[in-house]
């Protein structure tokens, strides 16, 4: 594996082009490796958390809502962004599993480290296996859904059903795809491959 190390890649200038409520477009100027400088555009995003939630039954736990860039209902994992200021990865993921999933779990695992989209973006995603699952004991009541969430469904289906439906093109939502193909790979090895919950994340140390 490659060192990950920015090298002779330096930024020499950088300009704000846009800034939302949850993302910022800037272009930085960087010096390559032959002395030449580039622009790259750079879209910031503050990260996220992605849930496997796996049951007794081997089912993978599922949620179905509306993603408007791409005018799709999409098949994913309950997920969230680091909106949180100094929330923990893990517990960022145990809230969005109980917000939307209205779960708990008592085993957990980093399953998979992703960047979405590195070339354009630093989105980086965090996804953890969660087993032992049970509901949790207020029914999510402090959590109110809006917008796109209040038409979002739940459903589970068994953990090679999901890989079949990622491999055919059926789920295409990137956490998703890699989340579950992580799980199938690590069950098959007997669960050898998992890393703590709180494992080190290069892509947002501190997390």
């Not at 594996?1 to 330096?10: S, V």
Request: charged share 25%; net charge negative.
């Amino acid at each position: 594996m490659t060192a990950r190390t920015a090298g002779a890649y330096r930024v020499t200038g950088s300009r704000q082009e846009f800034t939302g409520k949850i993302l910022s477009v800037r272009v930085d100027r960087v010096l390559m490796s032959d002395g030449t400088v580039a622009e790259r555009e750079v879209v910031a995003h503050p990260g996220a958390v992605g849930v496997v939630a796996l049951d007794d039954t081997g089912q993978v736990v599922l949620v179905n809502q509306y993603r408007h860039p791409v005018r799709s209902r999409l098949d994913e994992l309950p997920a969230g962004l680091l909106d949180v200021a100094g929330e923990p990865a893990l517990a960022a993921a145990q809230r969005e599993l109980a917000e939307e999933a209205r779960l708990q779990a008592a085993t957990w695992h980093v399953l998979v480290d992703l960047y979405t989209s590195p070339g354009m973006s630093d989105e980086a995603i965090r996804i953890f296996l969660a087993r032992d699952l049970r509901p949790v004991a207020d029914g999510g009541a402090a959590f109110v859904a809006e917008a796109e969430e209040l038409t979002l469904t739940v459903h589970r289906v068994p953990l090679e059903r999901a890989v079949a439906g990622a491999l055919s093109g059926e789920i295409t939502n990137a956490a998703c795809v890699a989340g579950v193909l992580a799980a199938a790979h690590a069950c098959d090895r007997g669960w050898s491959t998992l890393r703590p919950a709180d494992a080190p994340w290069p892509a947002r140390p501190g997390r």
